[in-house]
């Protein structure tokens, strides 16, 4: 059964950090191209970040560079989305994506407020 699931998802203060998980199941995970997105509340959806086939290049919107960082388990088939710096425009439901199969996890709430 093909599935992602996500997790790490909070209440953080402005200036905090959160480390977000997509964990994957029943497809080949080694090597994929995976995306994370947001979505603020009566916004379009967001992209935020890239790990590129085959080359694994990691690529960021500058909204996000410099303090997000995404990052694979190829062994755990698990994808991570490291978030410092946060500001509470960075408020969000944050979405992973693997573009090529067209599958998207179930979505975790950030919420960035003192």
């Known amino acids: 059964q093909v599935q992602l699931v996500e997790s790490g998802g909070g209440l953080v203060k402005p200036g905090g950090s959160l480390r977000l998980s997509c964990a994957a199941s029943?497809?080949?995970?080694?090597?994929?191209?995976v995306r994370w997105y947001r979505q603020a509340p009566g916004e379009e959806r967001e992209w935020i970040s890239s790990?590129?086939?085959?080359?694994?290049?990691?690529i960021y919107p500058d909204s996000v560079k410099g303090r997000f960082t995404t990052s694979r388990d190829n062994a755990k088939n698990v994808v991570y989305l490291q978030m410092n710096s946060l500001k509470p425009e960075d408020t969000a439901v944050y979405y992973c994506?693997?573009?090529?199969?067209?599958?998207w996890g179930q979505g975790t709430q950030v919420t960035v407020s003192s």
């Open positions: 029943g497809f080949t995970f080694n090597n994929v191209a």
């Open positions: 994506n693997f573009p090529r199969m067209g599958l």
């Open positions: 790990i590129t086939s085959p080359d694994s290049t990691f």
